[in-house]
C-alpha cells in the first residue's frame, strides 16, 4: 500500500500523559500537515510541513503539542500531559508541492484520553 | 461567521433520488474548491475538485459561483453507496485546507 499511514490506529491514555503519533506519507509527497477531528465536525489544521521544515502552526497547537519532522519524510505529533479534551481523531494528510493543493489523508489515529 | 459552512443534514433520501448540497465560504480570496467523502470512521477522501466553469464527473455535478461565495455538489440517481459525510473544503492560498462540518446523506433502499 503507497497510501499515507499512520501509527497507532488507536490510543487510549490517561490523562496526564504524554502520547506520540507518527505519520508516514507517499513517498514523493514533500508536505506533510496534520489535522484534527472531533465527532460531528470537520476535520480541523493543526501544522504543515515542507520537507522538514515547519511552516505553519494553527492557534489549535497548544504549547502541549509538538510535531517534527526531521528528515522530511515520516512526521512525529506528540502530545504532552494529555487532557480529556485532547480526545480526537487525529489525521496526517500529504501533497505536492506545486500542483494543485490535493491532499490525501492517512487513516487516522483516534485518540481516547481517560 | 465561520469560514466554511454547509447545510446542516442529514439529507434521507430513496434510491434513484437527486439530491444537492450547498456550501459558503467567508473568505473572497479563496483559490481552490473541493468537495471530499468520508465515510463512517474512515478518513475523507477527495471527490472532486470545483472549478470556476461547473465541472461534472458521472453522476457527480459541482458549481462554484465566486461572486456568491457559493459552492454546490448535486448527486442524480443515489446509489446506497453514496451514503457518507460530504465535506464541503477551502483553500485559501495557502497550504492548508479549511474543511466546513460536512453534512450526512443516507440513501435508503
Known amino acids: ?114 | 461567521r465561520k469560514e466554511v459552512e454547509q447545510d446542516p443534514g442529514p439529507f434521507n433520501v430513496p434510491e434513484g433520488a437527486t439530491v444537492a448540497f450547498n456550501c459558503t465560504y467567508s473568505n473572497s480570496a479563496s483559490q481552490s474548491f473541493f468537495w471530499y467523502r468520508q465515510d463512517c470512521r474512515k478518513e475523507p477522501k477527495l471527490l472532486m475538485s470545483v472549478y470556476s466553469s461547473g465541472n461534472e464527473d458521472g453522476r457527480f455535478t459541482a458549481q462554484l459561483n465566486r461572486a456568491s461565495q457559493y459552492i454546490s455538489l448535486l448527486i442524480r440517481d443515489s446509489k446506497l453507496s453514496d451514503s457518507a459525510t460530504y465535506l464541503c473544503v477551502v483553500n485559501s492560498g495557502y497550504s492548508t485546507l479549511t474543511f466546513g462540518k460536512g453534512t450526512m446523506l443516507l440513501v435508503s433502499p
Open chain 1, 1 to 114: 500500500d503507497t497510501g499515507v499511514s499512520q501509527d497507532p490506529r488507536h490510543k487510549i491514555t490517561k490523562r496526564g500523559q504524554n502520547v506520540t503519533f507518527r505519520c508516514d506519507p507517499i513517498s514523493e509527497h514533500n508536505r506533510l500537515y496534520w489535522y484534527r477531528q472531533t465527532l460531528g465536525q470537520g476535520p480541523e489544521f493543526l501544522t504543515y510541513f515542507q520537507n522538514e521544515a515547519q511552516l505553519e502552526k494553527s492557534r489549535l497547537l497548544s504549547d502541549r503539542f509538538s510535531a517534527e519532522r526531521p528528515k522530511g519524510s515520516f512526521s512525529t505529533l506528540e502530545i504532552q500531559r494529555t487532557e480529556q479534551g485532547d480526545s480526537a481523531m487525529y489525521l496526517c494528510a500529504s501533497s505536492i508541492s506545486g500542483s494543485l493543493p490535493e491532499q490525501f489523508f492517512g487513516p487516522g489515529t483516534r485518540l481516547t484520553v481517560l
